[in-house]
């Protein structure tokens, strides 16, 4: 399998979940049917998609990153119980860049809010 071909496998595999995954998630799902992927080979491709704008790295403090198939601006919520993670829309968070720049004259590339917390299901065991 050539390199192009895994990090096709590797992107595809991101867009098509509805989970937010980890490398190693990635890596369990594609191994089977792929036996010469490596775990390394997951995580380059993983973080080259992300620097290229193809997906979406979350950082998680203490954590896996996980990486998102959505692009544009939008937020996470985490929970700490089940590691399932959300995407959250903060539509008060939009303004936040232009008035970091006027408070402090700070120019912000970018931001990214998680939150951490127990969903719905987690709440109710």
């Not at 896996?64 to 539509?91: I, N, S, W």
């Amino acid at each position: 399998m050539k390199h192009s071909k895994q990090r096709e496998l590797i992107r595809q595999t991101v867009q098509h979940s509805p989970e937010h995954l980890t490398a190693d998630q990635v890596y369990e799902q594609l191994k089977t049917e792929h036996a010469t992927l490596s775990l390394g080979t997951v995580y380059r491709n993983l973080n080259l998609l992300a620097e290229q704008g193809v997906i979406r790295r979350i950082p998680v403090s203490g954590g896996a990153d996980r990486f998102d198939k959505r692009v544009e601006e939008h937020h996470h919520m985490m929970c700490q119980q089940c590691g399932k993670m959300y995407d959250c829309t903060l539509p008060q968070l939009e303004d936040i860049d232009a008035y970091l720049r006027n408070l402090t004259g700070f120019s912000v590339a970018k931001h990214d809010f998680l939150v951490f917390g127990l969903c719905k299901d987690c709440q109710t065991k």
